[in-house]
T-cell receptor, first 114, second 111 residues
């Protein structure tokens, strides 16, 4: 009954490959997010979707493409992976996109690009 | 310079002791300030969310304080437990924009 789940937990791949990370939330939330946590531990927002519509798109290479088939899912597809893409990617969700809404994070996906 | 600065970078304390973690934020207008706990290999979990009009908020043994004039916040942990060992992240939420995360303070509680 995990609230926010991500798959896979670990992903090791070669440079140049295309990979996807899946995220699902069963909290009935309207807003979902993708964050990247690099080796320096900073968490940075990448994308935010509200009811399947993109509302935040920070400066992220267009090799990263989020896809939201429904409001319970927000998947992240990455094309032509680069060494610098190695990081932990966290999915999160909140009830609304309002500033006081608590965000619930998934367990993270550790991506290693060789 | 990051917009959210935390200190110390790391801290080791004995079980049962209290500790205080500091956060300075530089960006305004300010909407709310949050503290998260992140266990190793897990996603962050929210501890407190304070609006600029709140001075203090507690969650069990965790108490966060906020001084909007000096743009400082602190997280006080009382009677620490081994399970408190984690990274504690201060987050500034500006109005209408995404969360800005600090680098975190790594707390180690030893027996």
């Amino acid at each position: 009954d995990t609230a926010v789940s991500q798959t896979p937990k670990y992903l090791v791949t070669q440079m140049g490959n295309d990979k996807s990370i899946k995220c699902e939330q069963n909290l009935g939330h309207d807003t979902m997010y993708w964050y990247k946590q690099d080796s320096k531990k900073f968490l940075k927002i990448m994308f935010s979707y509200n009811n399947k519509e993109l509302i935040i798109n920070e400066t992220v290479p267009n090799r990263f493409s989020p896809k939201s088939p429904d409001k319970a899912h927000l998947n992240l597809h990455i094309n032509s992976l680069e060494l610098g893409d190695s990081a932990v990617y966290f999915c999160a969700s909140s009830h609304r996109s309002g500033t006081l809404d608590e965000q619930f994070f998934g367990p993270g996906t550790r991506l290693t690009v060789l | 310079k990051n917009q959210v600065e935390q200190s110390p970078q790391s801290l080791i304390i004995l079980e049962g002791k209290n500790c205080t973690l500091q956060c300075n934020y530089t960006v305004s207008p300010f909407s709310n300030l949050r503290w998260y706990k992140q266990d190793t290999g897990r996603g962050p979990v929210s501890l407190t969310i304070m609006t600029f009009s709140e001075n203090t908020k507690s969650n069990g043994r965790y108490t966060a304080t906020l001084d909007a004039d000096t743009k400082q916040s602190s997280l006080h942990i009382t009677a620490s437990q081994l399970s408190d060992s984690a990274s504690y992240i201060c987050v500034d939420n500006q109005a209408g924009t995404a969360l800005i995360f600090g680098k975190g303070t790594t707390l180690s509680v030893s027996s």
